[in-house]
């Protein structure tokens, strides 16, 4: 994710930080290297029919309006992964003053806090796809839970049976393991509903209608603007395509807010912060928040 300040007016045409320009430019390049074949073309060569202007407002609103929901709808799937985590680091704040409360401090209690740590880094590295045992060893061991089909699972379920056996000793009351249990029953719901994003991505139906309107859009445009824009069509045609082909691209990357793309949402961050909560809650030296690199917050 990208945490910046706002660039001034001159320095905002020329940021490349967060822009989709470099994704789109062959693209943009393409269409209008087209745009000025078709312009030759129709004053050297022969002249080349044209399209009612009119007629491409239409299908420009009709096409704004798919960018346009596609776009709400990728939003939404961010947003929902943003709040999910947010969730979860909570848990693991209301997981550490419970425990503090109805187990308290100890090796039982910071075994808990432990493996809900791993459980945070051990998720991260399935929705990102890469192997987090490197962060989970120091809370849980050496090849702990990582032979497990889900990991993060097993993690919460290790928590459970540790639940378990402090309620079979009745070193912990029934109104703690409940308010316990339903902290973890609280991880397990964000838990599904990050699997849910991850592996259910917007309907391809979507994605290819708006993929072929699009480019049937810009491969019309010159023809309705040959008459009225001139030699300055090809400069026009560019600027739609890149508001176009932008929408589209940005839309790509926010339908998938786990991956580690500039856009994406900052898990290693948020895996940090659940790292410090556990470590002051359990007395130890914290470890610094990650902090941008680049003005990047991976």
Same mark, same amino acid.
């Given at each position: 994710?990208?945490?910046?300040?706002?660039?001034?007016?001159?320095?905002?045409?020329?940021?490349?930080?967060?822009?989709?320009?470099?994704?789109?430019?062959?693209?943009?390049?393409?269409?209008?290297?087209?745009?000025?074949?078709?312009?030759? +073309?129709?004053?050297? %060569?022969?002249?080349?029919?044209?399209?009612?202007?009119?007629? !491409?407002? /239409?299908?420009? &609103?009709?096409? $704004?309006?798919?960018?346009?929901?596609?776009?709400?709808?990728?939003?939404?799937?961010?947003?929902?992964?943003?709040?999910?985590?947010?969730?979860?680091?909570?848990?693991?704040?209301?997981?550490?003053?419970?425990?503090?409360?109805?187990?308290?401090?100890?090796?039982?209690?910071?075994?808990?806090?432990?493996?809900?740590?791993?459980?945070?880094?051990?998720?991260?590295?399935?929705?990102?796809?890469?192997?987090?045992?490197?962060?989970?060893?120091?809370?849980?061991?050496?090849?702990?839970?990582?032979?497990?089909?889900?990991?993060?699972?097993?993690?919460?379920?290790?928590?459970?049976?540790? +639940?378990?056996?402090? %309620?079979?000793?009745?070193?912990?009351?029934?109104?703690?393991? !409940?308010? /316990?249990?339903? &902290?973890?029953? $609280?991880?397990?719901?964000?838990?599904?509903?990050?699997?849910?994003?991850?592996?259910?991505?917007?309907?391809?139906?979507?994605?290819?209608?708006?993929?072929?309107?699009?480019?049937?859009?810009?491969?019309?445009?010159?023809?309705?603007?040959?008459?009225?824009?001139?030699?300055?069509?090809?400069?026009?045609?560019?600027?739609?395509?890149?508001?176009?082909?932008?929408?589209?691209?940005?839309?790509?990357?926010?339908?998938?807010?786990?991956?580690?793309?500039?856009?994406?949402?900052?898990?290693?961050?948020?895996?940090?912060?659940?790292?410090?909560?556990?470590?002051?809650?359990?007395?130890?030296?914290?470890?610094?928040?990650?902090?941008?690199?680049?003005?990047?917050?991976?």
């Amino acid at each position: 994710m990208i945490l910046r300040d706002q660039p001034s007016a001159l320095h905002l045409f020329f940021v490349m930080q967060g822009s989709i320009v470099p994704k789109i430019i062959s693209k943009i390049l393409g269409i209008t290297a087209f745009s000025l074949g078709v312009l030759l +073309l129709d004053r050297f %060569v022969l002249p080349l029919p044209r399209v009612p202007l009119a007629a !491409m407002g /239409v299908f420009g &609103v009709a096409l $704004s309006l798919f960018l346009g929901f596609r776009n709400n709808a990728a939003y939404d799937r961010w947003w929902e992964a943003r709040k999910l985590w947010g969730g979860m680091i909570a848990d693991m704040r209301n997981l550490a003053r419970q425990t503090e409360v109805f187990v308290g401090a100890g090796a039982e209690r910071d075994k808990m806090l432990s493996h809900a740590v791993a459980f945070a880094h051990l998720h991260r590295g399935f929705l990102r796809g890469v192997d987090a045992r490197a962060d989970v060893e120091p809370w849980v061991g050496d090849g702990a839970l990582t032979e497990y089909q889900n990991p993060a699972d097993a993690a919460l379920r290790a928590i459970a049976e540790q +639940l378990r056996g402090l %309620v079979d000793r009745d070193a912990v009351s029934g109104f703690g393991q !409940m308010a /316990v249990s339903q &902290v973890l029953a $609280s991880f397990g719901l964000a838990q599904a509903g990050c699997e849910r994003i991850a592996t259910t991505p917007l309907p391809f139906v979507y994605s290819l209608l708006v993929r072929r309107t699009t480019y049937l859009y810009c491969w019309l445009l010159p023809f309705a603007l040959m008459g009225d824009a001139g030699w300055g069509m090809p400069l026009f045609v560019a600027v739609v395509a890149y508001v176009f082909f932008g929408l589209q691209a940005v839309t790509n990357e926010l339908e998938h807010p786990f991956r580690n793309v500039q856009n994406g949402l900052p898990l290693d961050a948020m895996c940090r912060v659940i790292e410090i909560s556990a470590c002051e809650a359990m007395g130890r030296a914290a470890p610094a928040p990650l902090a941008p690199l680049k003005h990047v917050l991976s």
